[in-house]
């Protein structure tokens, strides 16, 4: 059974660095794709990139100057950072196995961007 | 390619039917179009892919249809459970992107 387990800072002061972590098991983190989404409170989805276990990425453009996604395969362990964070960056951070649709996903870490 | 849901909300009853559009601004190659349901405090759950393909487990009163431009979601027969809110999401070309939702709720 697939499981993946964000965890956070959870708060965070605008101008920050966000890191996120996914912790995966159940299933080998080679060979798949990882992604993370974002979800703003009351409002819709975002994609914000994804991650082949090769190193393969690919961002989102509105985030892309921002947005790092790395994989760690001896930890089974996928990571997110976010640069210069604002306001409008405080959502619902998910981590999803997957690089087109989403069968698993994590529960999600709310991370809030507040001075 | 922008992903638009009509209705923003549709209020239903037990047992009625649903139906959720989804239409792209271009055509989605191969139907690379997947559904999922979200409940409140929860992740969302993958519904359909393919555009018609059920993922494991959903109930056969879901399906879906469509192709190109213009997608759909039925819910043929509304239970208790079924009341979420629905976003359709195209995995063509990066980037992805997912509609902005449609919220089924209990008339």
């Known amino acids: 059974q697939v499981q993946l387990q964000e965890s956070g800072p959870g708060l965070l002061k605008p101008s920050e660095a966000l890191s996120l972590t996914c912790i995966v098991s159940g299933v080998s983190i080679t060979s798949d794709y990882w992604t993370w989404i974002r979800q703003p409170p009351g409002k819709e989805l975002e994609w914000i990139g994804y991650i082949h276990s090769n190193g393969n990425t690919n961002y989102n453009p509105p985030l892309k100057d921002r947005v790092t996604i790395s994989v760690d395969t001896s930890r089974s362990q996928l990571s997110l950072r976010l640069s210069s964070v604002t306001a409008a960056d405080t959502a619902i951070y998910y981590c999803?196995?997957?690089?087109?649709?989403?069968?698993?996903w994590g529960h999600g870490t709310l991370v809030t961007v507040s001075s | 390619i922008v992903l638009t849901q009509s209705p923003g909300t549709l209020s239903l009853s037990p047992g009625e039917r649903a139906t959720v559009s989804c239409r792209a601004s271009q055509s989605v190659s191969y139907n690379y179009l997947a559904w999922y349901q979200q409940k409140p405090g929860q992740a969302p759950r993958l519904l359909m892919y393919r555009g018609s393909t059920r993922a494991t487990g959903i109930p056969d009163r879901f399906s879906g249809s469509g192709s190109g431009t213009d997608f759909t979601l039925t819910i043929s027969r509304l239970e208790p459970e079924d009341f979420a809110v629905y976003y359709c999401q195209h995995y063509g070309n990066p980037p992805r992107t997912f509609g902005q939702g449609t919220k089924v709720e209990i008339k």
């Open positions: 999803v196995k997957g690089g087109g649709y989403y069968t698993d």
